[in-house]
């Protein structure tokens, strides 16, 4: 019969290696979205797009308008689309839906002067 310390050696060795790859795989994680945000250049791609789309924000903007909007911009500023969205600027196509965008919806409302915000 095998002594009970070996089993729980080697059980806590697993468990160390097990602990390991997650600590690893979580810098991981955090090293490539840590590369993300340094490498975007922080512009705000949504007042691009909204004028590519030819969409305004109304005028006046009322408290419900601007917290719309804020809620659009953090949308934004977290998109993981960002690349699609750089390659669809460049390629300057106004015309041609950017159904890839998290906020199409917001912007297609905004161009349409259909969004009531009160
Ligand atoms: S695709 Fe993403 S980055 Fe581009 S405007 Fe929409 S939310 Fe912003």
């Known amino acids: 019969m095998r002594p009970r310390w070996r089993y729980r050696g080697c059980m806590n060795a697993l468990l160390i290696a097990l602990i390991t790859v997650l600590v690893s795989l979580a810098a991981l994680a ?14 705000l791609r949504l007042t691009e797009v909204m004028q590519y789309r030819g969409a305004s924000l109304p005028d006046p903007l009322d408290e419900a308008g601007a917290r719309y909007h804020a809620h659009a911009v953090r949308i934004c500023i ?8 750089d390659e669809w600027l460049r390629a300057g196509r106004p015309a041609n839906s950017c159904a890839f965008c998290p906020n199409a919806h917001y912007i297609e409302h905004l161009r349409l002067g259909g969004l009531a915000f009160t």
């Open 30 to 43: 955090v090293f490539v979205s840590g590369r993300r945000v340094v490498r975007d250049t922080g512009r």
């Open 78 to 85: 977290a998109c993981p689309n960002k690349p699609l969205c």
